[in-house]
């Protein structure tokens, strides 16, 4: 089923901050990168299966609630209150985010839908219940399209949830996040990571640009919430911060968020912050992917 595997490819992805917009993105980048197997137009992204002859590759994406960034590419085998501010989608921030194009590719994409699986084992209590209504609000955000541009959606490729499972994502907890074995399902769950990110995605590729699988893993050391607290403090949207690991998943990379802010892959959120609209940037590369249906 996986082809061999082989040499390391070192790889470094600038501005990356494990936030809620992307707190959850150590986006696969130790997972993010392509997947594939026979002809790339035999099997959907997200098959499990790795087409004959294809070298499986994984990236992973760490982003920090301070900004910092981590990224590495691989055989597959083995928040201050003036930052919220400036986050805040105002009426301003709004406009900015329909004006700005801005938008960086990861090399990879879905071939035509991906089928994913959620573990609410070790969910915070905060958000065991809601927690996965806001997961899919998430995927749907991505695929559907949604923003508040007046921009077409939603874009020729799919999402689908297929249930509860037991499986958790393959992603280390150790002080360095690193991608496990590609297993054929890509899995939403949490864990409790050594790392300060907030959340951490693994994508396997083919050389081919094909996905075959992505796994997001969102750390239990914060505290997050679904519907914002009167109260708010240091907690991140789960919606947030997977739209932007979805957008990992699905091939969309950072852009600076001293730059591009208002946009959903910028590479930091601060806490307390809400993102579940595409800006302009974000529109635009998802429309280069896959086009409009």
Same mark, same amino acid.
């Given at each position: 089923m996986r082809s061999r595997?082989?040499? +390391? =490819?070192?790889? +470094? =992805?600038?501005?990356? /901050?494990?936030? /809620? !917009?992307?707190?959850? %993105? +150590? !986006? !696969?980048?130790?997972g993010e990168l392509r997947p594939g197997s026979a002809p790339a137009s035999a099997l959907p992204s997200g098959s499990g299966q790795v087409p004959a002859g294809e070298e499986l590759l994984v990236e992973m994406d760490a982003v920090y609630p301070d900004g910092r960034t981590a990224s590495a590419v691989e055989p597959a085998a083995k928040g201050s209150a003036k930052a919220e501010r400036s986050r805040a989608l105002g009426a301003a921030a709004a406009?900015?985010?329909?004006? $700005?194009?801005?938008?960086t590719l990861s090399g990879w994409r879905v071939k035509s839908g991906l089928r994913w699986?959620?573990?609410?084992?070790?969910?915070?209590s905060a958000? #065991?219940? #809601?927690a996965l209504t806001s997961i899919r609000a998430a995927a749907q955000s991505l695929v559907g399209g949604q923003n508040g541009c007046g921009l077409p959606g939603p874009f020729k490729v799919t999402q689908?949830?297929?249930?509860? !499972?037991? @499986? +958790?994502?393959?992603? &280390?907890a150790a002080s360095t996040a690193a991608c496990g074995r590609e297993d054929g399902y890509s899995v939403v769950s949490w864990k409790r990571l050594g790392s300060s990110a907030l959340a951490v995605t693994c994508t396997w590729w083919t050389r081919s640009g094909q996905v075959v699988s992505a796994d997001i893993a969102v750390n239990t050391r914060y505290k997050w919430f679904t519907a914002k607290p009167s109260r708010c %403090? %240091?907690? *991140? $949207?789960v @919606? &947030?911060? =997977?739209?932007?690991?979805?957008?990992?998943? *699905?091939? =969309?990379?950072h852009v600076s968020p001293a730059r591009h802010g208002t946009q959903v892959m910028a590479s930091t959120i601060p806490a307390c912050s809400v993102a579940h609209t595409l800006g302009a940037g974000d529109h635009t590369a998802m429309k280069k992917l896959y086009g409009v249906r």
């Open positions: 595997v082989g040499r +390391v =490819l070192p790889v +470094v =992805l600038a501005g990356c /901050a494990v936030a /809620a !917009t992307l707190v959850a %993105s +150590v !986006t !696969t980048t130790v406009r900015a985010q329909c004006r $700005d194009g801005a938008h699986y959620y573990n609410a084992s070790g969910a915070p958000v #065991s219940r #809601s689908k949830y297929g249930g509860a !499972t037991k @499986r +958790v994502a393959g992603i &280390s %403090s %240091s907690a *991140f $949207d @919606r &947030s911060v =997977l739209t932007h690991e979805w957008g990992h998943a *699905f091939g =969309l990379n």
